[in-house]
Antibody, heavy 118, light 112 residues
C-alpha cells in the first residue's frame, strides 16, 4: 500500500533552517509528481511546492519562493524540502502528497510539525 | 483569504443531506479546471474524497457525491453519519500568475 512518511520537523528560531524529508513506499516513486502542502495551526490547507517526476519542473507558492527548495532522490524514493530564512508564519504541519496527474493529491503523509519561534 | 470560497460551517442531523459549496473564478473553476474534495478528520491528514468533480476513489461511500457548474462546485453528503463530522476542503488549479494548486478555506461539518 502507498505510504508517505515525513520527518525533520521541529522547533527553530526565526531566520533558521530546517530540512524536511518524505519517504515513499508502495508505488513507483519515480513515476509520480509530488508536492508539499502545509496547514498552519487551526487554519486551512496551503500548497507550498511541486516537483515533477524527474525533478526537471519545480513550482513554489509566492509565500516561500526564494526561501524554500524542493528536491527529490528517485533512487532513494525520497522527497525533500529545504527551508531557509524561516519566519513565524511558516509555522505549520507540513504534508508531502502524491500529485496524481499533476492535478489532485491522492495520498498524503501524516505530516510533520514545524514551529518557528524564538 | 483563500482563492476558493467555502462556508465556514454546515450542520445536519443524522440521516439528513447536507451540501458544501465551493466558489471560484474564471481563472480556476470557471476556466474548466476540475474540482477535488478532501475530508480531514480531527487530528489526521486530509484524505481524497472526490476527484475530477464527481469521481469517488475506491472505498469512499456513495453517500458522498460532487458536482460542478460554471465557477462553482458542490459536495453533497446524504444519510449523514456521526463519523462524517470533519473538515472538508475543495481544491482546484489556478492559471493566474504564480498561483497553481489552490484550496478552499475549509468547511467544518457538525453532525447534530
Amino acid at each position: 500500500q502507498v505510504q508517505l512518511v515525513e520527518s525533520g520537523g521541529g522547533l527553530v528560531k526565526p531566520g533558521g533552517s530546517l530540512r524536511l524529508s518524505c519517504a515513499a513506499s508502495g508505488f513507483t516513486f519515480s513515476d509520480y509528481y509530488m508536492s508539499w502542502i502545509r496547514q498552519a495551526p487551526g487554519k486551512g490547507l496551503e500548497w507550498v511546492s511541486y516537483i515533477s517526476s524527474s525533478g526537471s519542473t519545480i513550482y513554489y507558492a509566492d509565500s516561500v519562493k526564494g526561501r524554500f527548495t524542493i528536491s527529490r532522490d528517485n533512487a532513494k524514493n525520497s522527497l525533500y524540502l529545504q527551508m531557509n530564512s524561516l519566519r513565524a508564519e511558516d509555522t505549520a504541519v507540513y504534508y508531502c502528497a502524491r500529485n496524481d496527474y499533476g492535478d489532485f493529491f491522492d495520498y498524503w503523509g501524516q505530516g510533520t510539525l514545524v514551529t518557528v519561534s524564538s | 483569504q483563500s482563492v476558493l470560497t467555502q462556508p465556514p460551517s454546515v450542520s445536519g442531523a443524522p440521516g439528513q443531506r447536507v451540501t458544501i459549496s465551493c466558489t471560484g473564478s474564471s481563472s480556476n473553476i470557471g476556466a474548466g479546471y476540475d474540482v477535488h474534495w478532501y475530508q480531514q478528520l480531527p487530528g489526521t491528514a486530509p484524505k481524497l474524497l472526490i476527484y475530477g468533480n464527481s469521481n469517488r476513489p475506491s472505498g469512499v461511500p456513495d453517500r458522498f457525491s460532487g458536482s460542478k457548474s460554471g465557477t462553482s462546485a458542490s459536495l453533497a453528503i446524504t444519510g449523514l453519519q456521526a463519523e462524517d463530522e470533519a473538515d472538508y476542503y475543495c481544491q482546484s488549479y489556478d492559471s493566474s500568475l504564480s498561483v497553481y494548486w489552490v484550496f478552499g478555506g475549509g468547511t467544518k461539518l457538525t453532525v447534530l
